[in-house]
C-alpha cells in the first residue's frame, strides 16, 4: 500500500483516482472544484483543500490534465506544485502533453530531488473507469519499475519507452494513428454510403479482414447509430492533433497524411461539433459528399 | 461435389484452385502459360487448352486476375469466355476490379442466360494458401447461397453485399482502409524513430490498444527487420489506388486523406519498388524525413 | 479569306465564330439547337443542318465543345463528322480534352486524309468574345502554320507545342496551375478576414509584388463583391479537374497539392455551386473557416 | 532628414540601410559581427558597439531580422533593445514574425512610451538592393505616416493594414499565397516534362495568360537553367511555413493546400537543399515523379 495524491479530478482523474483506492492504496485528492471530490472520498479518499495540502504524505503524486497549459498552471502557476514537493516524492505526469513539456517537468523536479515519469495513457472514459487503460512511460527504469504496483490497478497494460519525454512521444505517435483510423473509417463508410452499399454490412467485413481494429466496431457502430455522445471530446483531439504537428516541426518530420487529417479536424470544430465525440469530424466528411452514413 | 472451370493461375489462383481440389471439386484449369498448370495436375485437377475447353462442363467458372484489363481480355478479348459460356453456368469473377467493369460482365452474361457474381477477396498469398481468404460477394443472393459451399473452403468468412458492383464496391472501401492503414503505421513509425523511440517499443504498444490491428504486426514487424518481400505487390496497390480514385470521382467522392495517400504510393513505384511489398511505399516516408526505421 | 466550318455555339463558339465573320471569312455554322445559329447569320453565316452540310466545302473545320463527350459523339458518334470530311481539309478541335483524345482523332482523321491539331484555348466568355484568348497547338508544324492567319483574329497569343496531344497536354498543365490559384487566393483570403485584415487592403497587396497575378485582381474582387456569376462554370472546373488527375495518372506523375486542391473542388460541387463561377469553391474553404470574406 | 538607428545587417539590411543612407538620412548602423558594417561606414554610416549606443541618438530605429528569435534576442535577450529606447522614439519591426510577437513587441514599447509598427516586406535580396520592396504596416496611422518618408527610398509600395499585428498578418498571407504558387509553377513544370512538352515553351505559354505571374518567369526560368542559388534561403521559406501553420491554428483556420505544401518544403530540408533557394524544394516534386526539369 502507498500514500498517493491524485491532482485533478476530471473524466479521467476521477476513474483512476477511484482504482486506486479501491486497491487499497491510501489516496489524498484534490480538485480546484472541491465539490467533485465527495465522490472520492465517499470511497475512502481524503480531501486536500490544496495541491500542497494533498502532496504533503505522499509518496506518489500523480495528475491527468486537459492540456499542457493546465500542467503548467498546477506545476508552477496557481497550483505551486514545484515549490510542495519533497525529496524521494515521485511525480506522474498523466496528462497528453507535448514531450517538452514532460522534458521540463523532469528537469524542474529533479532539481527538488523528486523523480518524474511522464506517464500519459491511451484509452478514455470507460477504460479509467474500468481500469483498462495502456500507459506509456517515460524516465527512469528503476523509477517505473517502483511505481508499476500502482499502475496495475489502472491498465490493462504498462509499456516503459525510455527516458523522459518518451512516454510522451508515445502517446503522440499513437494519436497520429488514432486520427488516421478515425478518417480512414470516416472516408470508408462515406464512399460506401454513396456507393449505395450498406453501412451495416460494410461494418461487418471491417470487423474480420487482417485489417480490422476495435476501434472500426466501436466508432463505426455509433456513426451508424448517428452516437456522437463524447466520449473523447472533438476539442481535445484538435489539442492533439496540434501537438502532433508541433512535435512532427520541432523534429521536420513530414507527415502528409496526418497535415490532411488535422485540417478536417479544424473544420469539424469550426462546425461547431468540437464537445461532441472525436468522431463527430466524419460529419465533415459527409457533408463534403453531400450524404449522411446511417443504418 | 461441382465440377469447376479455374481460368489464370496466378499468385491468388494457385493457392485457390488448390484449396477447390483439397475439398474433393473437380477442377478443369487454364492458364495462358500452361507450364503453371503442373502443380494442380499434381493434385487432381484437368488442363485445359483453351478458357473455351475450361468451361465446356463446368457447373462454375471462377477467374481471380491482376487487374480490370485482364477481365476485358479473358471475357471479350482473346480468351472469347463470352462466346464460350453456356445458359445456367454460374461465373465468378474474383479479381479486383472497378465495379463497372463488374456490372458490364454482369450484363453480358446474364444476355448468354449464365449468372454472374462479383466477388473479389481480401487476402493475399498466404491466405489464399490456406483457405483464409475473406471474400465479398454482389449479384443475386440465390446465386450467392448456390456457390457458397464452394467458398467454404477458400474463405475465414463470406459477405453478401447486395446486388452486382457492391462486391467490387466492397473491395475498393476496404483497400482504400487498407492505404490509410500503411501511411498510419508509415507516418507514425517514421515519427517514432525521429523521435528516438525504439521502433519495437512502438509496435509493441500497437499491439495492444483499441486502436491496434492485424496489419500493423504485419506490416511493422516486417518494416524494422527491413523485410520487404513481396506479399501484395506495391504495383498492384497503385493500381487500386488507382481504381478507388476512378471510383470515388464517379461518385463526386472527396477524399482529401485518400488522395494524399495515393500520390505517394505513385512516389514510391517511380522510386523503383513496385515489385517489392505494398508497405515499401513507406520508405518514401522515411527518404521524406531523412530518418530509417528500424530494429 | 478562308472558308470555315465552325460546329457548336456554346458560350465559347459563339464568340470564336462571331470573330471570324468580322474578321471577314466565310463561316457556315452548325449548333445542335438550331435557334443559336441566328445570331451569328445576321453577322453574315451560312447555317447548316448537320455538321456534314457545315464541313462539305470548309477549307477549315473548328469546334470548342464541352468534354472529351461531346466531341465523342460530334466526330464518331451522332454528329458522324468522320464520315463527312475529305482529304486536304483541316480540323482544328478547341476544346479541353485528355490529350488521349486528341491523339485518336489525330489518327482517326489521318485515316481520311485530314490533318489535324488539338488548339484548346486559354480564356472564357470574355475572352472568346473578345478575341482575346491564348491559344496551345499540338499537330504538324506546317499545319499549324497554315491556320495560323484564322487564330489571329481569335487570339491575344497562340502556341506551338509540339506534336499532337501536346497542345491538349500544355491546356491541363496551365489549368493545374488555375486550380492553384483559385486555392491560393481562397486560402489566402479566408485566413486574412479571420485575422481581421480588411480583404480589400489584402487585395490591393496581392495587386503588386512579384507573385501578384491577373486572376487574383479578377477572382479575389469578385469574391469581396459576392459575385459567383458564372464565367467559367465550376462543373467544368470539376471536369478539367478529373482530367488533370488521369492524365498525371497515365504518367504517374505524383501532385500532393492539386490532389488536394481536387477533393475541395469536388466539395463545391456537391454543396450545390456547379452552376456558379469556377471560384465558387472558395465557400468551401469559408465554410471550413466558419468566416466569410466580403467587402 | 531623419536620425536613424539600423540594427542588424543581413542580406536585407545592408540593402536597405544603403538606400537610407543614399537618401540622405543619417544612419547609426550596428551588427554583431562588426565587420559587415564597413561598407555601410563607406557610405557615410555611423557604426556603433552596440544597439544602446546605436539608438541612443535616433528619432527611428529599424530592423529586419531572420526570425522571431531573432527579434526576441534584440528585444529583450542580449541586445536588450527594450533598456535603451526612449520615449518618443519609433521602432520598425521589419523581420517577418509571427503577429503574436509583433504584439508582444508594440505592447512593450508602449510602456516605453515609443510607438511601435509591424513593417515585414515582401521581396528579398535584389528588392532590398534596389528600393524596390513591398511593405506592409501595422501600427497607429498616424506614426505610419510619420515614417512614410523613410520608406520610401526602400519601397515600391507601402501598404497600411491596420493595428500592431496587421502587418505581420499581410506578410503570412501573402508568403502563403508564393508558396502555393511554388508548388504550383513546380507540379506544372514536372507534368508537362514528363508528358514530353518542352519546359521553355511551357513558361512562353505560363508568360502570357490572366494566370500569369512574375513569380512563374523568375522560378520557372532559373528552374529550366537548373539555378538554385540562393535569393530567399529554403530554411527561411520553411520558417515561414511553420509560421503560417501556426498562425493559422491560433485562428483554427483549415488550411488543406497550404498544409500539403508545407511537408513537401520539410521534406527539402530533410533533402539538404535548406541553403539553396527556396525554389529548390520543386527538386522533391521531380524526384517524386522521376523526372527533371530542364532546357
Redesign the interface.
Known amino acids: 500500500m502507498s500514500t498517493i495524491a491524485y491532482l485533478g479530478l476530471g473524466i479521467m482523474g476521477r476513474g483512476m483516482a477511484a482504482n486506486l483506492l479501491k486497491a487499497g492504496h491510501g489516496v489524498t485528492v484534490w480538485n480546484r472544484t472541491a465539490e467533485r471530490c465527495a465522490p472520492l472520498v465517499a470511497l475512502g479518499a481524503r480531501q486536500a483543500a490544496t495541491p500542497a495540502h494533498a502532496v504533503a504524505d505522499a509518496e506518489v503524486v500523480l495528475y491527468c490534465l486537459s492540456d499542457d497549459h493546465a500542467v503548467e498552471d498546477l506545476v508552477w502557476g496557481e497550483g505551486r506544485l514545484i515549490d510542495a514537493v519533497r525529496p524521494g516524492q515521485i511525480v506522474l505526469d498523466m496528462t497528453t502533453v507535448h514531450?517538452n513539456t514532460s522534458r521540463k517537468e523532469s528537469a524542474a523536479f529533479a532539481e527538488k530531488g523528486v523523480d518524474f515519469l511522464d506517464a500519459p495513457v491511451?484509452?478514455s472514459k470507460n477504460?479509467a473507469a474500468n481500469g483498462g487503460l495502456?500507459i506509456?512511460v517515460g524516465g527512469k527504469r528503476e523509477v517505473y519499475e517502483t511505481v508499476l504496483p500502482l499502475l496495475e490497478p489502472l491498465s490493462?497494460?504498462t509499456?516503459?519507452?525510455?527516458e523522459n519525454g518518451?512516454g510522451a512521444?508515445?502517446k503522440?505517435?499513437?494519436n497520429?494513428?488514432?486520427a488516421?483510423?478515425l478518417?480512414?473509417?470516416g472516408?470508408?463508410m462515406?464512399?460506401?454510403t454513396?456507393?449505395?452499399?450498406?453501412p451495416r454490412?460494410?461494418l461487418?467485413?471491417?470487423h474480420?479482414?487482417?485489417?480490422?481494429?476495435?476501434?472500426?466496431d466501436?466508432v463505426g457502430g455509433a456513426l451508424v447509430r448517428r452516437d456522437f455522445d463524447v466520449n473523447f471530446a472533438l476539442k481535445l483531439m484538435?489539442k492533439d492533433a496540434?501537438l502532433?504537428?508541433s512535435?512532427?516541426?520541432d523534429?521536420?518530420?513530414?507527415?502528409?497524411?496526418?497535415?490532411?487529417?488535422?485540417?478536417?479536424i479544424?473544420?469539424g470544430?469550426?462546425?461547431g461539433w468540437g464537445e461532441e465525440n472525436a468522431s463527430a469530424f466524419i460529419k465533415?466528411?459527409e457533408?463534403?459528399?453531400?450524404?449522411q452514413v446511417k443504418a
Open positions: 514531450p491511451f484509452g477504460e495502456w506509456v490493462e497494460t509499456h516503459y519507452m525510455g518518451r512521444s508515445m503522440l505517435v499513437g497520429l494513428v488514432v488516421f483510423q478518417e480512414a473509417i472516408e470508408a462515406v464512399l460506401a454513396k456507393a449505395g452499399l450498406d454490412d460494410v461487418g467485413v471491417l474480420v479482414t487482417d485489417f480490422k481494429s476495435p476501434i472500426f466501436g484538435l496540434n502532433i504537428a512535435f512532427a516541426q523534429l521536420n518530420v513530414p507527415l502528409p497524411g496526418g497535415a490532411a487529417i488535422r485540417e478536417n479544424k473544420v470544430v469550426n462546425r465533415v466528411i457533408e463534403g459528399a453531400g450524404v
